[in-house]
């Protein structure tokens, strides 16, 4: 009788370690899954700093191609 408690009592032992393990695995797994989450935020934020940096850089090289344009035509006009 002692001998099948034991054994009972074992078995509940691992099924409850069993669980534990899976739960620390699944907790793992969502910190990692949050980990890559901010990841992918913080590429999303460098990206848009880049646009919001950009924009102003091609927004001046427009200027300056309008401004050639406008020398050019000047001095086909003028010949």
């Given at each position: 009788m002692n001998q099948?408690?034991?054994n009972n009592n074992n078995r509940s032992t691992t099924t409850t370690l069993l669980l534990l393990l899976l739960l620390l695995?699944?907790?793992?797994?969502?910190l990692l899954l949050l980990l890559l989450l901010l990841l992918l935020l913080l590429l999303l934020l460098v990206v848009l700093l880049l646009l919001l940096l950009l924009i102003p850089l091609l927004l001046l090289l427009l200027l300056l191609l309008l401004l050639?344009?406008?020398l050019l035509l000047l001095l086909v006009l003028l010949q």
């Open positions: 099948l408690l034991n695995l699944l907790l793992l797994l969502l050639l344009l406008l």
